[in-house]
């Protein structure tokens, strides 16, 4: 196993940790995604490309976006809104 | 012939009177009964404090930890009891670990009769370069045939659980789902422009050449679904609908799933009873060649793609 691929192996196992400490939904998902994405990269190290396309395409994209619109139907991200008030009580 | 009465000899009449209970113009209590205002019945903050006081020395004793032996006992072994499990578990998978052979052994039974002859003859059987492929479509059809019905089905949940049927409440599920972005984003509008194009013909050409190249239906489906996704995040539903409504997604999905049963069948009956089939293998490396692979990865294609944007549009709207 190169250095590159060590590396890579690193990152995969802090961002497996952090998604389950993250406290906002909206970052774990994030997070969620970038592991999709190295877990990807590493599929091209192990040469399988066809695992990685489908990794690339799947996980870091179409499940990441069905999580974004879930959390959307059930209103958990509701940060720009905060933010907006919390400018419109402060510039008050 | 009726004559038309006067309005005042009306108002005496007691249809006029019914009529105007009914519309409920006039209150038949107001003026005509004795009515007293009600006291709102406050109590005073003392009593609920004490009454809180009260409800939280019963919760207390409950669920006082000294004073319930048993839900203290209960706590601690229940904390004991997921620690040990834990533990198990662990050893157990640990331990199952410890039995598999080493990698890279040549004598593992992972490397039998099987696998040798998928990479000998893998292609003179099935005519594809890409050995993955192959195998997946041609010696696994069988298996595969399974994951798109699955596809399939979990759609069909998906749909039975999210659609919404009413027309009315789909426009307001797209006015609550789009209140908050802005309509019409210069930025992601500009990048969906240039990239779907790419996207699709990326897409299609992952699957069109999943014989020949890393790829197949699967991958190509995804990403051609991720750029609908796309598409629609950056366009909206209405453009979107002018050349995928969910008219075209029935026909597209059935057709799709049809096809590779029929193919399918075609392939295991001649397959199972020995007979030749008449379908050429070509030569390998020529976009028409392997057989069944070209056709199964083009409807398996379709069926991903259209399940992707279905989960999408179900999602986000309740409907394609």
Redesign the interface.
Known sequence: MTLFQCILMGFLIVCAVSVSFSKNLLNSILIYMSYSLIMSILWVCLES??L???EA??GA??TS??FF??L??IQAIRI??EKQQEEGSQSE | MSKLRPQKEYEKTTAFRFFRWLSGSKDPYIGEVEMHIQEENILPEETIIERMREAQMRRDKVYDDELNKPAHLFHKVYVIMAVLFCIALVAVLLITVSYLPPSGNPDNPVNNVVSERYIESGLQETGALNIVAGMILTYRAFDTFGETNVLFIATCCVMILLMVDDAILKKQAVLNDRRYEPKNDAILQGTAFILCPIIFIFGIYIILNGHLSPGGGFSGGAIMGAGLILYVSAFGFKKTQRFFDEHIYKIAKITALCMYGLIGTYFYMTGANGIENHIPLGIPGHILSGGIILPIDICVGLEVACTMYAFYALFRRGGL
């Open positions: 490309p066809d990685a396309i489908t395409a799947v994209g179409v976006i069905l619109a879930t959307k139907k720009e809104k």
